[in-house]
């Protein structure tokens, strides 16, 4: 069964013309599955639509950014009021105001909140505070992890140089010993170390942080005055408002914001402690669009909707169904999957399966039907997910394991 | 007179406490004379209303993205076309296509487009281009221009460090010798060279390049292969459609555009010639947003507005009749002003003003009259300005220079 794709390879001849390799990033349709379409017409809570008009129950949510579902009505109502009055002006809205209090009054650690518009604006720009607070350069980062598409942090070297990461310093997420040692390294210089919320890289089990590496985290900041920072721009919003590390009692100093804070608006942000307030207000940090009143009334609207504490409970409740009937899925097809990590951020991946060829046939024969999942990255539920579409992600994933079990396994 | 400001005091209030320093960037009013607002509450045309209700013609257009005015139909209405259907999605819109074609159509140089959300990942990926294309690192850059908020071209020091700008050679804009002498050092090393629209630094006179400058930087790039990068981030498409260069004959090898693009909606690009269309492939650059199809959509609008050839004949006739019009009053009020670099991006310093106090005062009574000018940033005009706009601008700048010419010269 192949879906109707004529518009959107039409498109994709025209954009090879004028983008180069046709479209860049995360968003590539070649880092994708071969039926995958590239273009999108649109998308109403959590269904889209490609330009071929063909339906999806989504589970990639932009990659993150929409938690209340497409046209959530609260918060397109708050950007329609915001937007008859101003957006882009010669400063901030009250909105700004409003939105910094929610976040301080939302997340524990928080006594202050500086806006962006990337997730990578908001992770450079708490690496810069913490060098810029505490004087001191280097920076611990998990090897392989994704903080951004910044020099110091991309993950491809191309246009790069070794100076980019001249203090950077790389551990083992969830591996105290070697945290510890990357620590000693960086001898008296320690300005931060960064943690993701919990290790999501791409292509791997996820794994939730232990409380022993977390507590070592903070203790080794407590001890030397570095800052910790953690990495919430993926998960944010999705485990837990008051951010990710509050289920293990370990409070960052800084914390990276993005993707949901604004149910798909252009905004970022980072929350900090009071120890880096003055850190944060001695960088030079801007944008033309940072301060534009329409996203960041949308971010108000989206936590007051997320704070009346029924969404992630409902992702939780759908996730936790998802991946119980996708387990048995799976055995009812004698295939053997792993599904890590916070059950509202699905991550599945087939053993034995190196070149991830069964996760393809399965995301084709599952988009065939019905679903639109991704292969080797992180998934995401939405609050505007229903049973009824998890129904639909079932019966095409079940499409998809028959698909992936006609697949030869590697060869030995 | 004072204008109220009691609603403004209060949100600054608010501010400090859950904002460092009560706000961030070139926003900042801290950095703007003691009259002005912090806050805005509504924009419409080229008038905005500051949180206490007063209202001003903006001479700022929000730093350079209002080019059509605020709320200009055209723009808003395919937004709400595209709102209605999908903004943030899994990938790009059809908007994408056709807003690389019309770029690609409008600027001679460019043989495709790729898009972000602020100018500083504009230069930043243009910069990272022409180290990937060229495999070399050294990027020559004018001594004191603005390239954006990035590590590399950081205007402040706090919170970086040196091996941020180790590739980064000085030269001074319109200097051909100085250009030479930086290419020279660079000795086999040379990426490109990162030229502004004109030179626009804060706080001193504008320049418009030299042809002898933009011939040798070409001329330098030809015979090296390193990029020749224009930072059209500020002035683009208030000078010339086509890229700020034109009227010189010199055509860059790549581009970086942001502000006015898509008057107001969050976006840049970086355009380039086929020569650097494999480098961009290359390199990996991405961000939550980049794709949204309203910036896109609003950018095509706002394209297909200025390519009637309307918008910048209109202001540069008014910014013409500005000029001349606060030479006169300056004169009449026995003040030495210096007007400097492009009519529709006005420069008004004063002469014997080392520490910007009279400008200040100028500014500040001009703003008690509705005119919102700078001290020591260039201005902006947009389409939607009129001539009753400058009537009003130059009544309050009429009382702003009567003001001014109150204080006393600087002590010898």
Redesign the interface.
């Known amino acids: 069964m192949n879906l109707p794709n004529s518009a959107d390879a039409a498109?994709r001849r025209?954009?090879l013309?004028?983008?180069?390799?046709g479209?860049?990033?995360?968003?590539h349709?070649a880092r994708l599955p071969s039926a995958y379409?590239?273009?999108?017409?649109?998308?109403?809570g959590a269904r889209?639509w490609d330009?071929d008009g063909n339906a999806y129950i989504?589970l990639?949510c932009?990659?993150?950014?929409?938690i209340l579902g497409?046209h959530a009505p609260e918060v397109e109502e708050a950007v329609r009021l915001q937007s008859e009055?101003?957006?882009?002006?010669?400063?901030?809205?009250?909105a700004?105001?409003e939105l910094?209090?929610l976040?301080?009054d939302t997340i524990p650690h928080a006594?202050?909140?500086?806006f962006q518009?990337?997730?990578?604006?908001a992770t450079?720009a708490a690496?810069?505070?913490?060098?810029?607070a505490t004087g001191r350069?280097k920076i611990l980062v998990a090897n392989g992890a994704y903080h951004g598409?910044?020099?110091?942090c991309?993950?491809?070297l191309?246009?790069?140089?070794a100076?980019?990461r001249?203090?950077i310093v790389q551990y083992e997420y969830n591996d105290v010993a070697s945290l510890h040692a990357a620590a000693d390294w960086a001898d008296g210089d320690l300005a931060g170390i960064v943690a993701s919320a919990f290790r999501h890289d791409l292509a791997r089990d996820q794994e939730m942080p232990t409380a022993e590496f977390a507590r070592a985290a903070r203790a080794l900041c407590d001890a030397t005055g570095a800052a910790l920072i953690l990495d919430d721009?993926r998960a944010g919003f999705r485990l837990h408002l008051g951010g990710s590390w509050e289920p293990y009692g370990v409070r960052p100093d800084l914390s990276a914001w993005?993707?949901a804070i604004a149910n798909?608006?252009?905004l970022a942000a980072v929350t900090?402690c009071d120890r880096f307030?003055?850190?944060?207000?001695?960088?030079?940090?801007?944008?033309?669009?940072?301060?534009?009143?329409v996203p960041m009334a949308a971010a108000v609207a989206t936590l007051h909707v997320l704070r009346r504490g029924e969404a992630i409970p409902l992702m939780e409740r759908l996730g936790t169904r998802l991946r119980q009937e996708l387990a048995n899925l799976a055995e009812q097809n004698g295939l053997r999957i792993r599904q890590t990590g916070p059950v509202q951020m699905p991550m599945l991946l087939f053993e034995d399966d190196p070149q991830f060829q069964r996760a393809e046939v399965f995301c084709n024969a599952a988009l065939a039907h019905g679903a639109?999942l991704h292969p080797r990255h992180n998934m995401f539920l939405s609050a505007a997910h229903t049973d009824d579409d998890i129904d639909i992600v079932l019966d095409a994933a079940g499409h998809g394991f028959a698909a992936a079990a006609r697949v030869a396994p590697p060869a030995e």
């Open positions: 498109l025209r954009a013309r004028v983008v180069p390799g479209m860049w990033g995360h968003q349709a379409p590239q273009f999108f017409a649109r998308a109403q889209i330009v989504d990639m932009s990659w993150g950014p929409i497409h009055r101003g957006d882009c002006m010669n400063g901030p809205s009250e700004m105001v910094a209090e976040l301080v006594d202050w909140a500086q518009k990337n997730g990578t604006d450079t690496v810069t505070i913490a060098r810029a350069r598409a910044a020099p110091w991309l993950p491809s191309a246009g790069g140089m100076e980019d001249a203090h721009v993005s993707k798909g608006y252009p900090g307030r003055d850190g944060a207000a001695s960088v030079f940090s801007t944008g033309s669009f940072w301060t534009a009143a639109y």
